[in-house]
Protein backbone atom coordinates (compact mmCIF):
# COMPACT_ATOMS: atom_id res chain seq x y z
CA UNK A 1 0.00 0.00 0.00
CA UNK A 2 0.85 3.51 -0.44
CA UNK A 3 3.51 5.08 2.40
CA UNK A 4 4.98 8.47 2.70
CA UNK A 5 7.02 8.77 5.22
CA UNK A 6 8.22 12.51 6.35
CA UNK A 7 11.52 13.91 7.65
CA UNK A 8 13.49 16.75 9.07
CA UNK A 9 10.98 18.82 10.72
CA UNK A 10 12.28 20.75 13.94
CA UNK A 11 12.55 24.51 15.52
CA UNK A 12 14.34 27.02 13.78
CA UNK A 13 14.64 30.62 14.16
CA UNK A 14 12.69 33.33 12.00
CA UNK A 15 15.32 33.50 8.56
CA UNK A 16 16.51 29.68 9.06
CA UNK A 17 16.62 27.01 6.78
CA UNK A 18 15.09 23.34 6.81
CA UNK A 19 14.86 21.02 4.17
CA UNK A 20 12.31 18.28 4.63
CA UNK A 21 12.46 14.59 2.78
CA UNK A 22 9.62 12.51 2.02
CA UNK A 23 10.43 8.56 1.28
CA UNK A 24 8.00 7.07 -0.48
CA UNK A 25 7.28 3.35 -1.10
CA UNK A 26 4.09 1.02 -2.25
CA UNK A 27 3.68 3.09 -5.78
CA UNK A 28 5.63 3.64 -8.90
CA UNK A 29 6.51 6.86 -7.22
CA UNK A 30 8.07 8.53 -10.41
CA UNK A 31 4.49 8.11 -12.33
CA UNK A 32 2.78 10.20 -10.21
CA UNK A 33 2.57 14.38 -9.09
CA UNK A 34 3.51 14.81 -6.02
CA UNK A 35 2.41 17.62 -3.38
CA UNK A 36 3.50 19.27 -0.37
CA UNK A 37 0.96 20.40 1.95
CA UNK A 38 0.94 21.99 5.12
CA UNK A 39 -1.74 22.54 8.51
CA UNK A 40 -1.17 25.43 10.99
CA UNK A 41 -2.47 25.23 14.90
CA UNK A 42 -6.00 25.75 14.50
CA UNK A 43 -6.74 25.94 10.35
CA UNK A 44 -7.13 24.02 7.78
CA UNK A 45 -5.06 22.36 5.38
CA UNK A 46 -3.46 24.33 3.04
CA UNK A 47 -1.73 23.35 -0.06
CA UNK A 48 2.20 24.35 -0.53
CA UNK A 49 3.88 22.92 -3.71
CA UNK A 50 3.27 20.92 -6.36
CA UNK A 51 5.70 19.07 -8.88
CA UNK A 52 4.51 16.60 -12.09
CA UNK A 53 5.95 13.38 -12.85
CA UNK A 54 9.68 13.84 -14.05
CA UNK A 55 9.95 17.17 -12.43
CA UNK A 56 10.14 19.54 -15.28
CA UNK A 57 6.77 21.60 -13.57
CA UNK A 58 6.48 23.08 -10.30
CA UNK A 59 3.83 25.15 -8.47
CA UNK A 60 3.53 26.91 -5.12
CA UNK A 61 1.61 28.80 -3.38
CA UNK A 62 1.76 32.69 -2.99
CA UNK A 63 2.45 32.56 0.67
CA UNK A 64 5.76 30.31 -0.10
CA UNK A 65 7.28 31.45 -3.37
CA UNK A 66 10.35 32.53 -3.84
CA UNK A 67 11.32 30.76 -0.01
CA UNK A 68 10.39 27.32 -1.09
CA UNK A 69 11.91 24.78 -3.56
CA UNK A 70 10.54 21.46 -4.38
CA UNK A 71 12.19 18.85 -5.91
CA UNK A 72 12.04 14.85 -6.35
CA UNK A 73 14.77 12.19 -6.74
CA UNK A 74 13.00 9.38 -8.68
CA UNK A 75 15.95 6.96 -8.03
CA UNK A 76 15.60 7.41 -4.43
CA UNK A 77 11.62 7.45 -4.69
CA UNK A 78 11.72 10.62 -2.62
CA UNK A 79 10.32 13.90 -2.63
CA UNK A 80 11.67 16.69 -1.05
CA UNK A 81 11.13 20.31 0.25
CA UNK A 82 13.34 23.29 0.56
CA UNK A 83 12.06 25.85 2.57
CA UNK A 84 14.41 29.22 3.13
CA UNK A 85 13.75 32.63 4.97
CA UNK A 86 11.50 30.53 7.32
CA UNK A 87 8.38 32.64 8.90
CA UNK A 88 6.41 32.05 12.40
CA UNK A 89 3.40 31.78 9.87
CA UNK A 90 5.34 28.61 8.13
CA UNK A 91 4.66 27.13 11.59
CA UNK A 92 2.63 23.71 10.77
CA UNK A 93 2.95 20.05 10.44
CA UNK A 94 4.09 19.25 6.91
CA UNK A 95 2.66 16.75 4.41
CA UNK A 96 3.67 15.37 1.81
CA UNK A 97 0.95 13.85 -0.67
CA UNK A 98 0.40 11.57 -4.01
CA UNK A 99 -1.47 12.35 -6.96
CA UNK A 100 -2.24 15.28 -8.85
CA UNK A 101 -2.87 18.45 -6.79
CA UNK A 102 -7.18 18.83 -7.60
CA UNK A 103 -8.76 17.96 -4.21
CA UNK A 104 -6.29 17.84 -1.26
CA UNK A 105 -8.42 16.59 1.39
CA UNK A 106 -8.87 13.14 -0.04
CA UNK A 107 -5.23 12.79 -1.33
CA UNK A 108 -3.06 9.66 0.27
CA UNK A 109 -0.67 11.69 2.97
CA UNK A 110 2.11 10.79 5.33
CA UNK A 111 1.97 11.40 9.39
CA UNK A 112 3.34 14.98 9.06
CA UNK A 113 6.89 16.50 10.00
CA UNK A 114 6.32 19.29 12.93
CA UNK A 115 7.98 22.51 11.31
CA UNK A 116 8.05 25.68 14.06
CA UNK A 117 9.18 28.87 13.48
CA UNK A 118 10.16 31.09 16.38
CA UNK A 119 12.57 32.92 18.25
Known amino acids: QVQLVESGGGLVQPGGSLRLSCAAS????????MNWLRQAPGKGLEWVSSINSGGGTTYYADSVKGRFTISRDDNKNTLYLQMHSLKPEDTAVYYCAKGPPHNIATMPRGQGTQVTVSS
Open 26 to 33: GFSFSDYW
